[in-house]
């Protein structure tokens, strides 16, 4: 008896890793297993996710046939070995063909996704191939659970796994020294994010330097090698630390980085952020056509409102950065209107416990 579990990155690792302490316990004579990262505990890693980290259109081209033999790998042993369920988390351009091939090859039991694609926010014909393939959705916002359903996706919103993390934090392991000056500044937890960011992020380190605050980079866990050293090299000489990102950012004035959860984990643990996207001209244009939110980043699409700046591409540039720490720490009211905002958001985010919730719904689901 086994369940199979696929993650494809950092952060699906994250939660799996906490979703699969959460099925030990309740079924503990199942076997997971499958595929993951470093960061994806309690699952017998068969195959690693390096190979979905891939940067560039070049090296895009140049890994689909491994990417199509990981797929078909991955198909067939589910087939093969018929677990008592399919888990997938994020990762949709991956994990959609996956269960494509995991249906066409004849695998009959239930499939669930955690972190389903961001449907309300662009390419919202996956919410077809989610009805089609999938059992259940695990979403992490209220938002996307009324996305999901108004497709017919059968889903579940019952809050977001972060709250229990974060909602009255307390620092893990290393911490860091008081400092009431101290600056939080992650480039991101991909190579690509960092080769975009870091030079960005330098400039706007000197500068904040220059006005008495205290810049540190985070060099985020799970990185390859090279580039937790582009990191700590950083060119500005800026002080990097590889203590997690939640204690430096508590341990912080205020945020500065890339776009993704990092701007949640801020907002919960009462943070401002400055939240940066650069990415390729290709990559740029492809969003603009098939985006349909205003917001990239989730606390504004909470707060349905510009809650946290968001410098995106071209204007993903030292001074407007630094514009926008001049606004936070120099405007009494946009300051004050920031932290009130945060108080709302944190309300539309649930209650603590979604990740027993999410193991008893897979429970329910495998033995039903």
């Known amino acids: 008896m086994s369940i199979f579990i696929s993650t494809g990155e950092l952060s699906g690792d994250i939660y799996a890793a906490k979703l699969s302490a959460a099925l030990h316990k309740i079924l503990p004579h199942e076997q997971l297993w499958g595929?993951?990262?470093?960061?994806?505990?309690?699952?017998?890693?068969?195959?690693?996710?390096?190979?979905?980290?891939?940067?560039?259109?070049?090296?895009?081209?140049?890994?689909?046939?491994?990417?199509?033999?990981?797929?078909?790998?991955?198909?067939?042993?589910?087939?093969?070995?018929?677990?008592?369920?399919?888990?997938?988390?994020?990762?949709?351009?991956?994990?959609?063909?996956?269960?494509?091939?995991?249906?066409?090859?004849?695998?009959?039991?239930?499939?669930?996704?955690?972190?389903?694609?961001?449907?309300?926010?662009?390419?919202?014909?996956?919410?077809?191939?989610?009805?089609?393939?999938?059992?259940?959705?695990?979403?992490?916002?209220?938002?996307?659970?009324?996305?999901?359903?108004?497709?017919?996706?059968?889903?579940?919103?019952?809050?977001?796994?972060?709250?229990?993390?974060?909602?009255?934090?307390?620092?893990?392991?290393?911490?860091?020294?008081?400092?009431?000056?101290?600056?939080?500044?992650?480039?991101?937890?991909?190579?690509?994010?960092?080769?975009?960011?870091?030079?960005?992020?330098?400039?706007?380190?000197?500068?904040?330097?220059?006005?008495?605050?205290?810049?540190?980079?985070?060099?985020?866990?799970?990185l390859d090698e090279a580039s937790k050293t582009m990191v700590r090299n950083n060119k500005a000489g800026i002080e990097a630390t590889e203590i997690s990102g939640r204690n430096l950012m508590h341990a912080s004035k205020f945020v500065i980085g890339a776009s993704g959860t990092t701007a949640v984990e801020a907002m919960l643990l009462n943070r401002y952020m400055i939240v940066l996207y650069k990415g390729t001209a290709l990559e740029w244009r492809i969003y603009k056509m098939l985006t349909h939110t205003p917001f990239v980043s989730i606390p504004n699409v909470l707060a349905e409102k510009m809650m946290f700046p968001e410098l995106l591409q071209d204007d993903s540039r030292a001074d407007r950065i630094l514009h926008y720490v001049d606004l936070y720490l120099h405007d009494k009211n946009y300051c004050d209107d920031i932290h009130k905002q945060i108080v709302s958001n944190r309300r539309l985010m649930g209650e603590p416990g979604a990740i027993q919730r999410w193991a008893e719904a897979i429970s329910e689901l495998v033995n039903s």
């Open 35 to 222: 595929m993951g990262g470093a960061l994806a505990e309690g699952i017998c890693k068969e195959w690693d996710n390096a190979l979905l980290h891939i940067i560039g259109l070049g090296r895009i081209i140049k890994s689909l046939p491994s990417l199509f033999q990981l797929r078909k790998e991955l198909a067939e042993a589910v087939v093969k070995r018929a677990p008592r369920a399919v888990i997938v988390v994020d990762s949709p351009d991956f994990h959609i063909p996956l269960l494509s091939k995991i249906r066409a090859l004849g695998y009959k039991g239930p499939v669930v996704y955690v972190c389903p694609p961001t449907i309300w926010a662009w390419r919202s014909g996956r919410a077809k191939y989610l009805k089609r393939y999938c059992d259940l959705c695990l979403p992490l916002f209220h938002f996307e659970e009324k996305a999901l359903q108004a497709w017919n996706v059968r889903s579940y919103w019952c809050g977001n796994p972060l709250i229990d993390d974060l909602d009255k934090f307390i620092p893990v392991g290393a911490s860091l020294p008081d400092d009431a000056m101290r600056v939080a500044l992650l480039p991101g937890s991909r190579r690509s994010e960092i080769k975009t960011l870091l030079p960005v992020l330098q400039e706007t380190a000197l500068k904040l330097k220059e006005t008495g605050l205290h810049p540190v980079f985070s060099i985020a866990p799970g």
